[in-house]
């Protein structure tokens, strides 16, 4: 597993451009900092998601998280180069020769696709079969990304609701002039949470999650076509060129991020 730095570099360079923007207009650092503004922003998005979506997506969500943070480096085009070993194996020895293959598969689609063809399920089958695995699979994953776009939305409302109760309090204390500058000026730190929070994380998660998604299913989508080619009897060097499209944009992106 590698630290994806662009997630980092990119969350970095946003908290810095807002930091420095405001040393600049004159702010300090306690103008921002306000708990009471951040337990009522991220308190409130986080009961509306909550409500919304059930326990399960949400831990999805939560685990997903780390994909964007970390991301594993295989050998390059091991997935390919091992697609087109069980192609020469199973044409030299037999597509029953895959079974001992099997053990040593770690990817549930590809060892699933593999089971099947040895079981002798005929391609158009087992292309369905397939095929609607990777359906169901989509729309769980579709669940994900859904729940920072919720969270998007919710945050920069519950900001204004921040700021509102802030200035119901600084009304409450007009007789004292002093502080009401003071008041307004804390009332809008819990917009500026709410807008920052769904402009600097909620949004860009979600739009990430939907790529990392988009990448896995193509890798699966390659993997489905090997695998059919296999059980069809296509020579293996035709097998590469068929899977050489798959590397063509945008499809190569996807490949080079789960190292393969």
Do not use: W
């Not at 079969?129 to 729940?147: A, F, H, N, T």
């Not at 009401?180 to 709410?194: L, N, Q, R, S």
């Not at 050489?244 to 992106?253: D, K, L, Q, W, Y």
Request: proline letters at 5%; hydrophobic letters at 45%; zero cysteines.
């Amino acid at each position: 597993m590698k630290l994806d730095k662009n997630t980092v570099f990119g969350i970095t360079i946003g908290l810095l451009g807002i930091g420095i923007g405001s040393a600049l207009e004159g702010g300090t650092p306690t103008q921002i900092l306000q708990p009471a503004a951040a337990l009522i922003v991220l308190g409130g998005t986080l009961g509306a998601v909550m409500i919304q979506f059930p326990v399960r997506v949400l831990t999805q969500a939560l685990v997903q998280l780390k994909d964007l943070f970390l991301k594993s480096r295989p050998a390059p085009d091991s997935l390919v180069q091992h697609l087109l070993r069980y192609a020469y194996k199973a044409r030299k020895e037999g597509i029953l020769s895959l079974d001992t293959e099997l053990a040593k598969i770690q990817d549930p689609f590809l060892r699933e696709s593999l089971m099947l063809a040895i079981d002798g399920v005929k391609p158009a089958e087992l292309r369905k079969m397939m095929e609607l695995q990777l359906e169901y699979e989509g729309e769980k994953s579709d669940r994900i990304p859904r729940v920072f776009d919720a969270a998007g939305g919710f945050s920069p409302t519950f900001g204004i609701i921040g700021a509102v109760l802030g200035l119901i309090q600084v009304m409450q204390r007009l007789q004292n002039m002093d502080e009401v500058g003071k008041g307004i000026a804390a009332a809008f730190v819990a917009t500026i949470y709410g807008v920052g929070a769904a402009n600097l994380f909620f949004l860009p998660i979600a739009g990430k999650l939907r790529i990392l998604i988009r990448e896995k299913q193509v890798v699966q989508e390659m993997t489905l076509e090997a695998v059919l080619a296999i059980v069809e009897g296509v020579h293996p060097r035709a097998l590469e060129q068929r899977l050489n499209s798959f590397g063509t944009e945008p499809a190569r992106p996807y490949l080079k991020v789960i190292g393969q």
